[in-house]
């Protein structure tokens, strides 16, 4: 990644910290099976950190329980984004990733994605988030919105290949990155309210293109983590809540990088995705599956809670873009940034 003034160097070389936030001691069992996911990777991490985002006894309780991670509190703004920018002032490494506190990451997982830095263009590597149902798949349930349970979505790349943006469950950036595009951004995403807000890591990577045209964000399917899926997020409620939640989201990142930027890869899917997805439903209940129809009915219904939370959204936004959020020193390396 010429642009961001990164030394070339050979892939082996790069270290890795991966930073996992948590939040909640309902989750003590999911955490401690992602952090041992990371222990066993055949490519070892420089450092795992784990932020606790304003709980302080599930720090008490996580501090002492795991001696070989760095514990840390949040000490940014309450909420997904506020803990990741915490865990980045931590890092000391030239890769870092990020793993849900719910997720499980095969062995392999940081040996694909650090591999794909070999090329220097390489801002960014996501992976492949499949689904741990906590009860079977809902057959109501379209492979199109597997983003409202927070894993990936019918329509993605199936070999390596350039995207827009990454998803943050599974996720990595060069650590340069930041010192470009700034760190994440408070106002957008997970945070202390009821709604299944998100987005944080698609603002970043746009706002990170915007910074450096070269910046090249990769979906590799070789780097697969297992995403717990509670069965609370089985339910239609959650995936029409989800879906308007979305739409929020959606409306905070265009406010914060453009129209243009913040849905070009949206209307790609509305466009193409969607339709086949319809389609496919269709055929599947003209073929004797009755639930084929279901999975076309909640691929429209989707849309429109997502539509209408869009709508809802920019009614509620400045019309002015917002200023990235800044960096702190720590992020910084020494001299690397032209």
Known sequence: MRELGVREQGVRELGVTVIICAYTLDRWAEIQAAVESVRRQTIQPREIILVVDHNATLFTRLTPAMPDVIVTENRSDRGLSGARNTGLARASGDIVA???????????????????????AVAGVGGLSLPAWEVSRPRWFPAEFSWTVGCSYAGLPESPAQVRNLMGGNASFRREAFAVAGLFDTRIGRSAAKRPLGCEETELCIRLRQRSPGSVFLFDSRAVVQHAVPAARCRFSYFRARCFAEGLSKAQVTASVGMADGLSAEREYVRRTLPRGIARGVLDGARGDPW????????????????????????????RRRQPPALPAEVRHDGDIT
Do not use: E
């Not at 076309?296 to 936004?317: E, F, M, N, P, R």
């Open 292 to 319: 084929g129809l279901t999975r076309a009915a909640a691929i429209i219904a989707g849309l429109s809670a997502t539509s209408v939370g869009y709508v809802v959204g920019l009614v509620a936004q400045p019309s």
């Open 98 to 120: 990020f793993l849900d506190d719910d997720g499980v990451a095969d062995r392999d997982w940081l040996k694909y994605l650090v591999a794909d830095y070999a090329d220097p």
